[in-house]
């Protein structure tokens, strides 16, 4: 099983403020065969303008993962997490029993650009958490480095799901691949430039759903990538 979904086939909506593409269904954005893929629930590429944000606002069960490009996000929930992530942070918040929070654009020229990415948990009702750690470009350059699991294992921030995701930067002959176990799908989504995918030009914004039992990743042009291992 194989399938494509370009950039410009996503949800769509532009407040003003926030300018959000939705892979999945979100918001007034509503596809009934789009609610997801396995526990992978939301990928939403936000660009926040200048002096904006998202206000205090509350979750639960959910296990919600930022990933800056560029620009900075301000966090600050009800646990008493206060930080900023910049490109290179990568920051996961486990709302379990419940949590709020808000998230700010505090430049005064320039745009957020960041995903938001929802899974849904293994375990409902667990007690809230939050995790954050940055990934160096060297730490992604030519490579699928670890950057989420279950365990925390290589590094990698944990998460409350049977999931992994991984995040590459590749340039010209820069290669690099993963092997799904049975059972299980992958996920790609580019998050800048362009790169191969078995065989598939994919573009900023492009995601494939794939049961392969290999993803590679090659011949990228100043690409960012995310790869989901999903039970």
């Given at each position: 099983m194989l399938e494509l979904r370009r950039s410009e086939d996503r949800g769509h909506a532009n407040h003003g403020w926030l300018d959000s593409y939705h892979s999945f269904s979100f918001a007034d954005y509503h596809d009934p065969g789009l609610m997801g893929y396995g526990p992978l629930r939301v990928i939403n590429e936000d660009r926040v303008q200048a002096g904006a944000g998202f206000g205090t606002h509350g979750h639960r069960d959910m296990e919600i993962i930022s990933y800056v490009l560029d620009g900075a996000l301000a966090h600050q929930d009800s646990m008493g997490?206060?930080?900023?992530?910049?490109?290179?942070d990568v920051q996961r918040m486990s709302a379990g029993t419940g949590v709020r929070h808000s998230e700010f654009n505090h430049s005064k020229d320039g745009a957020t650009h960041f995903l938001q990415i929802w899974i849904e948990p293994k375990f409902t009702g667990i007690k809230p958490s939050y995790e954050q750690k940055h990934f160096t470009a060297e730490d992604r350059r030519g490579r699928l480095r670890l950057i989420?699991?279950?365990?925390?294992?290589?590094?990698?921030?944990?998460?409350?799901?049977?999931?992994?995701?991984?995040?590459?930067?590749?340039?010209?002959?820069?290669?690099a691949q993963l092997t799904i176990a049975a059972g299980r799908r992958g996920y790609v989504h580019v998050a800048r430039g362009s790169l191969c995918v078995n065989g598939q030009r994919l573009g900023a914004g492009d995601a494939m759903k794939t049961g392969a039992a290999i993803i590679r990743i090659e011949n990228g042009s100043d690409a960012e990538v995310l790869v989901f291992d999903l039970p």
């Open positions: 997490n206060g930080s900023t992530i910049v490109p290179g989420v699991s279950p365990d925390g294992r290589d590094g990698s921030l944990s998460m409350n799901q049977d999931a992994f995701l991984h995040a590459g930067l590749f340039d010209g002959n820069e290669a």
